[in-house]
């Protein structure tokens, strides 16, 4: 899903961007070993791209979750915020990386059942915690910690969205394409939007298969 409106800054680069610019693009190269296009976007305010890397770096090291486990929270998160880069990306790293078995993947992509009860349990949690804005009910953290999970966890939950609206909003207001690297895995959302926060979903969901 796109914003219907399309901000116009260049994409930045090591070479042409300005200092305070640079300085983050050299964390990030020094964090991930390249930079993606979301980055070269995001840089455009530094403050953003510093803000996304501190966050996500500090959930892939101490959060508690598992790579797995990580990665189902980022794809629900970006699922639902109908993030079409986010979703590609993290399709790519949960296989390649991570190691999330591809039909808890796919599940996600798809918007089916996920064949792991606990995963589905963590990827529930955090869709309640999107769409309700951090207000689960109480049955609904039950049903979250009954999966063994702590209540740290919901925290860390939180910190995942954080950092993922940072990403998922600019994403949708740069129209920022996909890069080379997670084109085999790219998702494609069928959600209309139309101004005034009105979001229509369409009956069949786009979704780009493994190849």
């Not at 101490?62 to 970006?78: C, K, M, R, W, Y």
Request: proline share 6%; charged share 20%; hydrophobic share 40%.
């Amino acid at each position: 899903m796109l914003c219907e409106y399309r901000i116009t800054l260049e994409p930045q680069d090591i070479e042409t961007a300005n200092p305070k610019s640079r300085a983050v693009l050299e964390k990030a190269l020094e964090q991930v070993g390249f930079i993606p296009n979301m980055y070269a976007y995001m840089v455009n305010s530094p403050g953003l791209l510093d803000s996304y890397l501190h966050g996500y770096a500090a959930f892939r090291s101490e959060s508690g979750f598992t790579p797995p486990e990580q990665e189902v929270i980022f794809l629900a998160i970006s699922r639902e915020h109908g993030c079409e880069y986010c979703v590609s990306a993290h399709s790519m790293l949960a296989d390649v990386k991570s190691l999330l078995d591809p039909a808890v993947t796919d599940a996600i992509r798809d918007d089916t059942a996920i064949p792991d009860p606990r995963l589905a349990a963590l990827a529930e949690f955090t869709r309640i915690m999107v769409r309700s804005r951090g207000l689960p009910s109480h049955a609904e953290v039950m049903a979250f910690l009954e999966a063994e999970f702590k209540q740290r966890h919901i925290l860390e939950v939180v910190l995942a969205i954080a950092v993922k609206t940072l990403s998922n909003y600019a994403n949708h207001l740069c129209h920022t394409p996909l890069d080379s690297l997670f084109e085999s895995r790219r998702w494609t959302d069928a959600t209309v939007y139309t101004p005034g926060n009105n979001v229509v979903r369409s009956p069949t969901i786009g979704k780009a298969g493994r190849r």
